[in-house]
């Protein structure tokens, strides 16, 4: 029997829709509800078909395709990091992504995901520190301030409560943005005029660079006991952001052990050094922060299912609005055999 033609439809949501159900649901509460579907799906990790993604890497940068599915659904996502463009007007970070049904291999949401990986890299930034940072964390460095950087502000206020923040980028436009533009949150702000000044007396730090080499974007002495970093912008081969001997001194948590071993800061460290999933203390079999004095780090570098728990969540949050067109995406003959004449018809 055929499916009824809504069936064959695909919702797709573009950058202007995506910004519109941002604001319809608000910044924030977007923010801590994907964190919920983030956390939702490492907690069932073990239902998921895993796997690295795949990276085509060139001289200015890498394209990324990055897949993952469970019993009932697929997702993939397409993602670009190139340093580089900024200078030339472009983003650093370009993404799309498609949810499919796995009982018919059906797409059911084609959606831009620049927007989207900005906001889920935060919740699951958010998501990791609630485990790992200091109970009473109030304040957060963050060096880098580009694309990614409210929205890391943003989902740990709206997650943990940080609501000081002392800022550094290498171009001090950078930070005059990010002030800006989260000026009317009510946050209290420092811009900082180095790495060393904008870690002085925080609890978390966040480091959010891009460069396409091995930056020491914070020194061994910069980090003290207790702390939690926060490191996202070291995710590819060859391009990293602390000294190694942070990462001996802290215990490290990652996402998906084969993937970061890769791209993450841990390509610094031996294969076989120790590493803890974070998936395991989300469901509680493996300890998060343990003490005061631990330095943590959730050596982040995004994962697939972090896209897939996204898509996910705007599939579920865009269907009662009007923020989606319906693509005209899977040709749809009457008889499902007859692909061909389907064009003789159209003639
Ligand atoms: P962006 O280009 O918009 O911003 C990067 C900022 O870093 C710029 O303002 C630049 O001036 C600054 N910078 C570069 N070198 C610096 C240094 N040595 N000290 C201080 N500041 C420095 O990029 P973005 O979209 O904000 O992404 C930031 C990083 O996060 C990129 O490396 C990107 O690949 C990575 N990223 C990671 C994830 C993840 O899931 N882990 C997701 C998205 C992006």
Redesign the pocket.
């Known amino acids: 029997m055929k499916p009824p033609a809504d069936l064959n439809i695909v919702p797709f949501v573009s950058v202007d829709n995506m910004m519109k159900l941002i604001l319809h649901i608000g910044i924030e509460t977007f923010l801590v509800e994907l964190a919920g579907y983030v956390e939702e799906d490492f907690r069932r990790w073990e239902h998921f078909d895993k796997t690295a993604r795949v990276a085509a890497h060139s001289t200015e940068g890498v394209i990324e395709l990055m897949p993952a599915s469970d019993e009932t659904l697929y997702a993939f996502k397409y993602?670009n990091?190139h340093?580089k463009?900024?200078r030339e007007g472009r983003?650093?970070?370009t993404a799309m992504g498609l949810l499919a049904d796995v009982g018919t291999g059906y797409p059911t949401l084609l959606s831009e995901m620049t927007l989207l990986?900005?906001l889920?890299?935060a919740a699951?930034?958010a998501m990791a520190a609630k485990y790992l940072a200091p109970q009473d964390a109030q304040t957060m460095a963050i060096?880098?301030?580009?694309?990614?950087?409210e929205f890391q502000a943003m989902a740990f206020r709206a997650l943990l409560g940080v609501n000081k923040l002392r800022l550094?980028?290498?171009?001090p436009a950078?930070t005059r943005k990010c002030m800006g533009n989260l000026a009317k949150f009510g946050f209290e702000m420092v811009a900082c005029g180095s790495?060393a000044e904008a870690v002085q007396g925080v609890q978390i730090i966040t480091t959010?660079?891009?460069?396409k080499q091995y930056?020491t974007?914070l020194n061994d002495n910069m980090v003290g006991a207790g702390q939690h970093l926060n490191a996202?912008?070291?995710?590819?081969p060859g391009?990293t952001?602390l000294h190694r001997d942070i990462l001996l001194r802290s215990d490290i948590f990652v996402e998906y052990t084969p993937q970061t071993r890769i791209e993450g800061e841990i390509q610094q460290l031996a294969g076989d050094h120790p590493v803890q999933e974070l998936w395991q203390v989300i469901n509680g079999t493996a300890p998060g922060r343990r003490s005061a004095s631990q330095i943590t780090l959730f050596d982040?570098?995004?994962?697939a299912i972090?896209d897939f728990s996204a898509l996910r969540y705007v599939r579920d949050k865009v269907r009662d609005t009007p923020y989606f067109e319906k693509l005209d995406m899977l040709a749809d003959p009457d008889d499902p055999r007859d692909l061909f004449g389907m064009i003789l018809r159209a003639a």
């Open positions: 993602v990091g340093p463009n900024t983003q650093t970070v990986t900005a889920r890299t699951t930034s060096i880098g301030n580009g694309a990614q950087s550094y980028d290498i171009d950078a790495s959010c660079t891009a460069d930056a974007i996202i912008g070291g995710d590819c391009k952001e982040s570098v995004g994962f972090e």
